[in-house]
């Protein structure tokens, strides 16, 4: 199946003692998957929050862009997580994820995350969730 991974699955997936590592392995692996370069920026984010060596977020950033395909955000993406931004009254704080949403959406993926109000707004939106 096609589908963008959040940021979240590519944390689980290189946090080994993670409690959802194995589920987001195994997403990685017997997906199609894409990233967009949001996802890669707030990845390389988390990871330098989390005090990870700056070597070893980069050995990862390579390996998920050779792996993944790139979906790419557009002005139109940006415009509707803006609008759904008004139109559900959601914080501000929750437009990285509705661009990541649309990002999604546009490209004709399916969305991998384990973020549970994410999924919910996704799926109302009538995008198909991996979890």
Known sequence: ???LLDTNVLVYDTVED???HEK????VDTNEPYV???VIHEFIWVMLKLNLDP???G???KEYTELCKLAEESAKVYIKALRELKARKLSTKRINDLIILFTAKENGLALATFDGRLSKL???LGVSVVR
């Open 24 to 27: 987001a392995k195994e997403i």
């Open 122 to 124: 996704a799926e109302a």
């Open 55 to 57: 070597n070893i977020i």
């Open 36 to 38: 967009s370069k949001l």
């Open 18 to 20: 993670s409690p959802f």
């Open 59 to 61: 050995a990862k950033v």
């Open 1 to 3: 199946m096609k589908v």
